[in-house]
């Protein structure tokens, strides 16, 4: 079973950063693509940032500029780098992982966290 923990939520003032961390835990082969949902007060749950096995990565265009996703592959673990919050930012932030779970058979797996409350006052 492969399980994701989110660090890293909390307060942050309008104009400052957080960095938001997702560790994946369980027998993985290997992270195929992952990514960072966000669900505002009210509000569906929206990508915002992601990035593939191969490195490439989007984001959504409220997070174009601002926010950074990066990988460590050693520790599974993907990371969010948000700068310049603004008050549209606060959400609870899950993150998502798909993947391939070392096994006999290569099972494909598809996670997420338990979400993690990022408020951003103004």
């Known amino acids: 079973q492969v399980k994701l923990a989110e660090f890293g939520g909390g307060l942050a003032q309008a104009g400052g950063s957080l960095s938001l961390s997702c560790v994946a835990t369980?027998?993985?082969?290997?992270?195929?693509?992952a990514g960072w949902f966000r669900q505002a007060p009210d509000n569906q749950r929206e990508l915002v940032a992601s990035?593939?096995?191969?490195?490439?990565?989007m984001y959504a265009d409220s997070a174009k500029g601002r926010f950074t996703i990066s990988r460590d592959n050693a520790k599974n673990t993907v990371t969010l780098q948000m700068n310049s919050l603004n008050p549209e930012d606060t959400g609870v932030y899950f993150c998502?992982?798909?993947?391939?779970?070392?096994?006999?058979?290569?099972?494909?797996?598809?996670?997420w966290g338990q979400g993690t409350l990022v408020t951003v006052s103004s």
């Open positions: 990035m593939t096995q191969g490195g490439k990565t």
């Open positions: 998502n992982a798909k993947g391939i779970v070392r096994d006999l058979y290569y099972e494909s797996f598809d996670a």
């Open positions: 369980g027998n993985i082969q290997r992270i195929s693509e």
